[in-house]
């Protein structure tokens, strides 16, 4: 069975050990947000692809919930030491040659999906990542800042550096003017499932659905789409979500996760502690399953993954 999952970092990465468990690399192929990428210091960072090569390649840190166990700042404490205003995105001293490798690829005038295909195999992972696009596709939040007023700001410079403390109005999706990279619709029109992870919807899979012809290529594909709920009891397990999925006038439920993804969707896995809800979401369409998805270890994660593909006729 050959199957492709949509993913952004830490919810999707933790699934996609399960997935991969139950579906050989070579079947397995992963769309990957890279909304988030920033250059820092001049090295090209892509946490959304770095945390699912990490992650399938065991070498992530669970407790943080992004970066490389075993991690140690010293690169950074230093730069903190010699300009405070420059430190403020915490790339770990390991983490930094990944970073160094793919800009020197890039500056070399290979693509993202090459680096990123090479980063992969040298982490040992098998399955088949493939950012979104080979462009530059920033995610950036229209926030209301005191003495500027209202001001567009990248991604990670609302989420790290500011901290997530403003108020947000209104996101836009850089993704809107670039092109899908090699083979990503490819990947959608031959898989016989397609998986949405429970990753953010609004902040994580949104952006992978703004580049031009994605979102139409799913919709086509909706009765093979599945999608795993991120939102347990109204709330993400971790990250954002709560406070961007209002900004798109999406509830923070299970429910509101899927409505998000209307049109795109043939079946919905919900946490069992949100059970009260299938009705509700099988009355729009979707099949629903429920199960446990909280991931607290590699077995429950293949478990959840079961549970997904089983939904798919
Ligand atoms: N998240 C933080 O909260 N603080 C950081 O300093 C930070 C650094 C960082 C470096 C590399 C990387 O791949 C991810 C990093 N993240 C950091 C996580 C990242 O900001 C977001 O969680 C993702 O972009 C959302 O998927």
Redesign the pocket.
């Known amino acids: 069975m050959k199957v492709t999952a949509l993913a952004?970092?830490?919810g999707a990465g933790k699934f996609l050990r399960g997935l991969a468990r139950v579906v050989p690399g070579e079947d397995l192929t992963v769309i990957v947000?890279v909304a988030?990428d920033v250059v820092v210091h001049g090295v090209h960072?892509?946490?959304?692809p770095?945390?699912v090569t990490y992650w399938l390649g065991d070498a992530f840190d669970r407790e943080r919930?992004?970066?490389r166990r075993g991690e140690t700042f010293r690169a950074n404490e230093q730069l903190a030491a010699l300009d405070p205003d420059r430190s403020?995105?915490?790339?770990?001293d390991l983490?930094l040659a990944t970073h160094l490798l793919r800009t020197s690829w890039l500056r070399a005038g290979h693509t993202l999906s090459e680096a990123t295909t090479v980063l992969c195999r040298r982490f040992g992972v098998t399955t088949q990542l493939l950012p979104m696009t080979d462009d530059p596709a920033p995610t950036s939040m229209l926030v209301v800042d005191r003495e500027h007023g209202d001001v567009y700001v990248h991604?990670?410079e609302y989420?790290?550096e500011r901290a997530g403390r403003d108020d947000v109005k209104a996101i836009r999706y850089g993704g809107v003017d670039a092109k899908p990279a090699p083979g990503v619709l490819e990947a959608i029109v031959e898989a016989d499932a397609v998986v949405v992870c429970p990753s953010?919807p609004v902040?994580?899979v949104a952006p992978i659905l703004a580049v031009p012809g994605v979102r139409d290529t799913i919709a086509g594909r909706r009765a093979s789409v599945v999608g795993v709920s991120p939102i347990v009891l109204g709330a993400p397990l971790r990250?954002m979500a709560d406070k961007l999925m209002p900004v798109a006038g999406v509830e923070v439920t299970a429910a509101g996760a899927a409505h998000f993804y209307t049109g795109l969707l043939g079946a919905w896995v919900i946490d069992e502690r949100d059970a009260v809800l299938r009705e509700a979401i099988e009355s729009t369409g979707l099949a629903v399953g429920v199960t446990d998805t909280i991931m607290v270890d590699d077995a429950a994660a293949e478990s959840l993954a079961k549970a997904a593909l089983e939904l798919v006729p």
């Open positions: 952004g970092g830490i947000n988030d960072v892509s946490p959304d770095d945390s919930g992004w970066g403020w995105f915490g790339l770990g983490d991604f990670q989420w790290v953010n902040a994580s990250g």
